[in-house]
């Protein structure tokens, strides 16, 4: 499994974009980088997810880095529903298949 | 979009008995659930893959006896702690994929499960 390093904390204010970064060098080419968060006593729901393109859908923009080492997930406008732990997941296909989580990033936002 | 239920949310039981946790895809076909476990202030841990049909992979460290896995149909997966111990209290939470070839597809969650053994 690809690892992943990601800030553990950071701190934004409502209204405010977010830029939550992740590092995951050793991906391989046909990984795909998946985005998760997780809110208080609650089971982790999805974010976003993309290959080599930048995505954008309904709740946050990924943009991969060109040589996929890295990803940033982008939540244009904070709100204080978007308080949550955020996971970056490199998944493998086939029978390696799993998702595995790491640490995340714990996102603040400041009213 | 789509639902995994898991039930019960919150269970408190005896130290030695077994509690049994369940986790159903309610509007799509599963074919393969995960279990996690998550302690305070910790991220998620894998403790098993199942697919429907099959034998679950545990994870190293996981003992397969204690937590025993049952994904008979595409809809239901099933948790069995058995023997529960204090140190077994922990958020349980079960996901779910509906695709044989999941990586362009997301993973569905259940709410979890707060198991305290007493």
């Known amino acids: 499994d690809a690892k992943t390093t990601q800030p553990n904390s950071m701190e934004s204010n409502e209204e405010e974009p977010v830029h939550l970064p992740c590092n995951h060098s050793t991906i391989s080419g046909t990984d795909y980088i998946h985005w998760y968060r997780q809110l208080p006593s609650q089971g982790p729901e999805y974010v976003i997810h993309g290959l080599t393109s930048n995505v954008n859908n309904r709740m946050a923009s990924l943009a991969i880095a060109e040589d996929r080492k890295s990803s940033t997930l982008i939540l244009h406008r904070a709100t204080l529903r978007d308080a949550a732990v955020y996971y970056c997941?490199?998944?493998?296909?086939?029978?390696?298949?799993?998702?595995?989580f790491g640490k995340g990033t714990l996102l603040t936002v400041n009213p | 979009g789509a639902v995994v239920s898991q039930h019960p949310s919150r269970v408190i039981c005896k130290s030695g008995t077994s509690v049994k946790i369940e986790c159903r895809s309610l509007d799509f076909q599963a074919t393969t659930m995960f279990w996690y476990r998550q302690f305070p202030k910790q991220s998620l841990m894998l403790m098993a893959t199942s697919n429907e049909g099959s034998k679950a992979t545990y994870e190293q460290g996981v003992e397969k006896d204690k937590f025993l896995i049952n994904h008979a149909s595409l809809t239901l997966s099933t948790l069995t702690v058995t023997s529960a111990h204090p140190e077994d209290s922990s958020f349980y939470i079960c996901?779910?994929?509906?695709?044989?070839?999941?990586?362009?597809?997301?993973?569905?969650f259940g709410q979890g499960t707060r198991l305290t053994v007493v």
């Open positions: 997941i490199p998944i493998s296909g086939g029978s390696n298949y799993k998702l595995t």
């Open positions: 996901s779910a994929i509906g695709q044989l070839i999941p990586l362009n597809t997301e993973a569905f």
